[in-house]
């Protein structure tokens, strides 16, 4: 019996040892993972990171808004770190600075063909190294739809457009606030008015028409009441000495962006727009050989419409009050109406003052297209290559296709099924290297990545961040993600991005632009309330400054407004130290699939502050 008790002792003694063994050689792969990770290489601040982060806890990081207690200058981090430098405040008379649309420089350049009012951005040794201040007594927007009808008169404090549109219902002064009624040159019973009559001719009620363009959007009233219709419009307008047009826009919490057609090509892709719109918006239509209009055929949809409501529109019966010729106004109509047929658009109405053409779906259904003399077509064999590149008067060829039924570049559901199928472009394999089956892989990643973000800023789906911007935004799974009425997001596509998706991000129903971050962007001071950056510094890494790019960012976040942004965690340590000298208050946590993944997330929050007495005024 002895003999026995001996031989089951010793099985369970054998037992204790094999599960310690194997218990060692698990913590040892693991300790050996967490080395290779980055994390075992005596990273201070990687260590700190990993032991005090709680994806679900921020105490030292507020969401809330807190506008008209000023924050005091100290910064607050959870983080053991010390700013490499901090940033001292411009000048009060760069409240409303923008670097490649600066007067003083654009005044320098020709007239012709508003050359002068595009993009000249100042050389490296010009550029300012301190944060933009906001006007004083600046307050958080009202919440959309407020926002639409009211701005803060101490955020744009500007009166021009009271006086010079008066009469045209754009704006009114009242009390320490300005109002937007919604009316416009060309829709003084207001814009709800105007939209109802495109409407009963362009199929915008069934999700057809999605995404729009407005050249020379004046404060974006057009755009502002397409938002309820479901439509997303891109709105563009010069910046102006003393008008604010654009500035007023993003304040009311519409999508716009400083631009002009000049001489250069717009900052957008190939066939993108569902709709283009001009009223009244002073574009020579007939100038140049029809460039402009090519460029307008360039950006817009196989099938899509192209509105000109204003001048020469109706000549015959508003020449007068036009105070133009006959004469005049109706070489200009004339000049439009064979532009319009050599790019084999077909006017569909023309009621009052409005026209509208609807562009062929493809060139099998063009007959004079088919006559080569008669039109010149673009050399370019890529029609999204566009920045800084010169705008010529051609027609950029579109796809072709089997027979004359058939969209060209693949056709688009109405929206929102658009949303999450897959986009022509890749389902055609015009982006190299993407299939379908990655292109879902990506909508669902970034779901789970929304998801973790709104754990940790709970403010993320509410509408509180009505304008919000992806800095590096690949398919637009981002935005389509937190799609909502309440917001919109403003999708850039870095020029020096591997893939050409911003394409893509159209075809989803989403809106978005080309750009390269060592440059300012086409947009005035803090008119945006989140801005989200995955992989970006990353992607400029040995490009240019990441100081400089985070200024900019600083530049364009209204006070009290919130960042994102992942990357890998010796970038984000860096960009940390940064943000912590420029006064936003900052959080890194650990990636979704826990600390072993190099890639991390910063959050941050831009304190409230504002300039000091010398704020400009009207």
Known sequence: MALKASSGENRTRSTVFLCIVIGMCCFFYILGAWQKSGFGKGDSIALEVTKRTDCTVLPNLSFDTHHSKPASDSSSSDLVVSPAKKFKPCADRYTDYTPCQDQNRAMKFPRDNMNYRERHCPAQKEKLHCLIPPPKGYVAP???????DYVPFANCPYKSLTVEKAIQNWVQYEGNVFRFPGGGTQFPQGADKYIDQLASVIPIANGTVRTALDTGCGVASWGAYLLKRNVLAMSFAPRDSHEAQVQFALERGVPAVIGVLGTIKLPYPSRAF?????????????????????????VLRPGGYWVLSGPPINWKVNYKGWQRTKKDLEAEQNRIEEIADLLCWEKVSEKGEMAIWRKRVNTESCPSRQEESTVQMCESTNPDDVWYKKMKACVTPLPDVKDESEVAGGAIKPFPARLNAVPPRIANGLIPG??????????KMWKKHVKAYSSVNKYLLTGRYRNIMD?????????????????????????????????????RGLIGIYHDWCEAF??????????????????????????????????ILRPEGAVIIRDDVDILTKVNSLALGMRWNTKMVDHEDGPLVREKILYAVKQYWVGGNQTAVA
């Open 434 to 443: 993407v299939s379908s089956q990655a292109f879902q892989k990506d909508n």
């Open 522 to 555: 086409s947009t005035y001071p803090r008119t945006y309330d989140l801005i989200h950056a995955s992989g970006l510094f990353t992607l400029y890494k040995n490009k240019c400054s990441m100081e400089d790019i985070l200024l900019e960012m600083d530049r």
């Open 274 to 298: 569902d709709m283009a719109h001009c009223s009244r918006c002073l574009i020579p239509w007939g100038a140049n050989d029809g460039m402009y209009m090519m460029e307008v055929d360039r």
């Open 142 to 148: 009202f919440p959309w739809p407020k926002s639409r």
């Open 471 to 507: 800095m590096n935004a690949g398919f637009g799974g981002f935005a389509a993600a937190i799609e909502s009425p309440k917001s919109w997001v403003m999708n850039v596509v870095p020029t020096i991005a591997k893939m050409p998706t911003l394409g893509a991000v159209y075809e």
